[in-house]
């Protein structure tokens, strides 16, 4: 496509903004390849480490519920089995309650000022929590904890999309999502080193959540001071570097981040079938997501120590980085068979859960080594979200879908925990594992071909003359040609599968 026209048609950030102040913006059309290198190594220094940080405090928060427990939070709280599986539960149902209200904010107000105020409120919340001296109030500081977390994973999935082009939106998504890795190891450290020193005059569980609270609101003041809001506001760029990111986002038919909410759009979400699916995505992938919270408890009932049971559950972390990386290696070599790597790495963990139902106790290293498998759900679940990022376009629907993929998540996160009730073995969870990991085979199966039908009908219906390029221009109520297209609207737009 003439990148003259793509520049008209698909107009930046810096267009609206330039437009706003009565001024004619005149973009070149060429930029080199060194120039768009050096822009997206920018983006890579600045932006990516905002998000992978925030990502790994959000996972190491929820995730230090399964440490505490194994140092004595139960006993402490005089908790039982099933009030532990709702302090799990409590924390999804807050944050699928935050996914309504925080749908239309992040599509009104400054995604990353608003993601880091946010931050900031949980981080506090997290530090609340070592504060309760029974269930309820502990249960109630998870809800809340829960609510303040809901915009960071959608807005990360619409920011990506923001400062990325499709083709590189698996390993960047791929990068954020392996710090779920990562503080899946570092929180068992964490967790290993505060248990070792007898000397504190706090329960380790409790300081724990003071240590990890107060990383998060420094982390979340950072984010909301030097996070850039959008292109137009990235400090790190000069003008020249401003507008090759316009130019190389214009290849996408990418706007960028804008602060409107539309009925049509919303219209138009809740009627494509796509986007349905990825609900669907958001509830399957997280049916397992109990293994993460009861693995070591797991573990602990085979006979280990604490401290023991700490080392023995941090290699799962590291068993997730290695599985989430070589499907990114698979998408690097099969671009366009994203959906066939999802499959591929839905095997693994229904491996590890098959094995977590067969195996007896008394299978030690082979319970441990099973639990490690079964925990591999963010490889899957990166890819997912890249999808999203990739094949949904518009302002609002971009937010609802992420918002959809959430609410599944939380969906599913609120109902998993209750099946996980009957230890040591846990049998309802695993069989319900096994079910949900081939019902999300089915349906990226499903997917798939819809993306493909798609692709198909619009390069069937696509009009290309000899040298000149003809395109159907939405226009808005008033006339004037739209800005802010949806994947369903802009016919030159294609699918990833």
């Not at 700490?310 to 290699?315: R, V």
């Not at 994203?338 to 319970?367: C, E, H, Q, S, Y």
Request: contains cysteine; glycine residues 6%.
């Amino acid at each position: 496509m003439d990148k003259s026209i793509e520049a008209k048609l698909s107009p930046s950030v810096n267009d609206d903004e330039h437009e706003r102040q009565g001024e004619i913006v005149e973009l070149s059309e060429e930029y080199t390849p060194e120039e768009e290198r050096a822009v997206v190594r920018k983006i890579d220094m600045v932006i990516l480490p905002f998000m992978c940080f925030t990502f790994f405090l959000q996972y190491l928060d929820k995730q230090s519920l399964s440490y505490a427990a194994v140092f004595g939070l139960m006993d402490d709280l005089k908790m039982t089995s099933s009030q532990y599986s709702w302090c799990s539960s409590i924390f999804y149902v807050g944050q699928l309650v935050s996914e309504y209200p925080f749908i239309y904010l992040m599509s009104r107000l400054q995604l990353t000022k608003f993601v880091g105020a946010t931050v900031v409120i949980w981080g506090i919340i997290c530090m609340c929590l070592a504060a309760p001296q029974n269930y309820a109030g502990f249960a109630a500081v998870r809800f809340l904890l829960g609510f303040s977390e809901g915009a960071v994973s959608p807005a990360f999935v619409t920011i990506t999309s923001i400062w990325y082009r499709k083709e590189e939106h698996t390993l960047r998504t791929a990068l954020w999502v392996t710090m779920n890795g990562v503080a899946q190891v570092v929180g068992c450290l964490l967790m290993y080193g505060i248990g070792k020193n007898t000397s504190l005059s706090l329960a380790p569980w409790r300081t724990l959540f003071l240590v990890c609270g107060a990383l998060t609101t420094a982390a979340g003041v950072a984010f909301f001071v030097l996070m850039p809001t959008g292109p137009k506001d990235a400090w790190f760029l000069t003008p020249r570097e401003k507008e090759v990111l316009s130019l190389r986002m214009a290849k996408d038919r990418e706007g960028g981040d804008k602060t409107s909410f539309s009925v049509e759009q919303l219209k138009e979400t809740m009627l494509d079938p796509k986007a349905w699916a990825v609900f669907w995505f958001g509830v399957l992938v997280t049916m397992q997501s109990p293994v993460l919270t009861f693995a070591s408890l797991v573990i602990k009932s085979i006979g280990y120590s604490k401290l023991d049971t700490m080392l023995y559950t941090a290699p799962s972390g590291a068993v997730q980085i290695f599985v989430l990386w070589i499907g990114v290696a698979l998408c690097h070599f099969f671009p366009r068979q994203r959906t066939l790597v999802i499959l591929v790495l839905i095997i693994p963990p229904l491996i590890g859960n098959v094995f977590l139902m067969k195996l007896d106790v008394t299978a030690g290293w082979g319970l441990i080594v099973a639990s490690w498998l079964a925990s591999c759900i963010t490889a899957s679940m990166s890819i997912l979200l890249s999808l999203s990022a990739s094949n949904v376009k518009g302002n609002t629907k971009r937010s609802i879908t992420n918002g959809m993929f959430f609410i599944g998540y939380c969906a599913g996160c609120i109902g998993a925990p209750q099946l996980w009730t009957h230890s040591p073995r846990y049998q309802e969870g695993v069989i319900t594992a096994i079910v949900t990991w081939c019902l999300l085979f089915a349906s990226v199966l499903v997917y798939r071909t819809m993306c493909m039908r798609d692709n198909k009908q619009r390069d069937e219906q696509a009009i290309v003359g000899p040298g000149s390029v003809e395109m159907e221009v939405v226009l808005d109520k008033h006339g004037a040609p739209k800005s802010d297209l949806t994947d369903k609207e802009d016919r030159e737009f294609r699918y990833s599968w």
